[in-house]
């Protein structure tokens, strides 16, 4: 069992529509990371949290560290959002990262 | 550099040559890893390389995998005898450690096929 799982695995939306992709992780962490990751490859960091709530312009992440969950909400979604978003955590001590199989996006115009 | 460089972007060998994959990080971040995305696959860890200490290469596939990283800085993957399971994106990236916890940089990535 992964111990990073991810929901949706696709999700197809259309324009301007609010957006939620979940994660939920098994293990204690001491950050979680949400990746997006566009045709080709190339990964950007979102955001990193270890607590609460982070927002950046039309995304939001939130954490809940007792019920191990997380969620990257995307508000007013637009086309050029359509990627891969992956969660991906760092647990305890270990720095390198633990990944979600990513959550397919599409944003329909 | 303002990011983590990867080098080359992408690289097409034929099975059973060697190659090298060159990933220079972030000045002042102390670490470094390698990680690889497999066609419809999740991105899984390779190697993690921390300031002067021994590196930890739990994630590497097999013995023809071997990275190395010089004077801190740039780190070199290298696969020999590559096979065509070998095709995959390796993405490079970098890390710091401060009082606000630490934050991550990934590279581009490198787009290896092997034919």
């Known amino acids: 069992k992964n111990e990073v799982e991810q929901s949706p695995q696709n999700l197809t939306a259309q324009e301007g529509e609010f957006i939620t992709i979940n994660c939920s992780y098994s293990v204690g962490i001491s950050a979680l990371h949400w990746l997006q990751q566009h045709p080709g490859g190339g990964i950007v960091s979102l955001f990193m949290?270890?607590?609460g709530k982070k927002k950046h312009g039309r995304l939001i992440a939130t954490i809940n560290i007792q019920e191990k969950h997380s969620s990257l909400h995307i508000t007013a979604s637009h086309p050029r959002d359509s990627a891969v978003y992956i969660c991906a955590v760092g647990a305890g001590s270990a720095r390198q990262l633990t990944f979600g199989s990513g959550t397919q996006l599409t944003v329909l115009p | 550099g303002a990011g983590v460089s990867q080098s080359p972007s992408n690289k097409v060998t034929e099975k059973g040559k060697d190659v090298e994959l060159r990933c220079d990080p972030i000045s002042g971040h102390t670490a470094l890893y390698w990680y690889r995305q497999s066609l419809g696959q999740g991105l899984e860890f390779l190697i993690y390389f921390q300031g002067n200490s021994a590196p930890d290469k739990s994630g590497l596939p097999s013995d023809r995998f071997s990275a190395e990283r010089t004077g801190g800085s740039v780190s070199t993957l290298t696969i020999q005898r590559t096979q065509q399971e070998d095709s995959a994106v390796y993405l490079c990236?970098?890390?710091?450690?401060?009082?606000?916890?630490?934050?991550?940089?990934f590279g581009s990535g490198t787009r290896l096929t092997v034919v």
């Open positions: 990236a970098s890390s710091w450690t401060g009082k606000m916890g630490y934050g991550y940089t």
């Open positions: 949290l270890s607590s």
